[in-house]
């Protein structure tokens, strides 16, 4: 590729959170989203952007594939975007030289909700909307997994304790 060229990948929203019963999806928008970041900072210098895109869920035939594969309700509560606004977007963020692009606000919420709570609330939320019934046996591993780290905490301030008197 020669300078001014531009690669566009489309990761997801999925990428910006795990996602239980959605993760290999989820984990691969998030690969795609990563890669393309840091494909981004090692193409600059050679004048070739790299953006990611991270739409919501678009009017596309894998909405039948989520809707047969998974949950029935996987998209229900969620808006379905236009590809051709996405592709507008998308177009418009990379020839600014942006690393990711993001259509729309909820989208645009998502990504900062994701970052401000922890991965464990954000996946009891999903399975919660979802109407999984595995939100109880994930509250009480992320209850276990709150308790190990009490104890973890409890044992370093222990070994200071230690230290102080060597």
């Not at 990948?9 to 989203?33: E, G």
């Not at 981004?40 to 952007?49: C, D, F, T, W």
Request: glycine share 4%; aromatic share 10%; charged share 20%.
């Amino acid at each position: 590729m020669t300078a001014g060229s531009r690669i566009i990948n489309t990761a997801s929203q999925a990428a910006f959170q795990p996602l239980p019963y959605f993760s290999v999806y989820a984990a691969s928008k998030a690969f795609i989203d990563r890669f393309s970041m840091a494909l981004a900072v090692e193409l600059k210098p050679r004048g070739i952007a790299v953006t990611s895109v991270c739409p919501s869920w678009m009017r596309t035939p894998f909405l039948i594939k989520a809707k047969t594969d998974t949950h029935p309700s996987v998209i229900r509560p969620f808006p379905i975007t236009d590809p051709a606004w996405v592709a507008a977007r998308a177009l418009a963020d990379s020839r600014k030289g942006k690393f990711r692009s993001i259509y729309g606000i909820l989208t645009r919420i998502s990504g900062w909700v994701a970052k401000l709570l922890s991965q464990n609330l954000i996946m009891m939320l999903w399975l919660m909307q979802q109407g999984w019934s595995g939100g109880s046996a994930f509250q009480r591993s992320c209850l276990r997994e709150a308790k190990l780290a009490e104890e973890a905490k409890l044992r370093l301030k222990l070994l200071e304790r230690h230290q102080d008197y060597d």
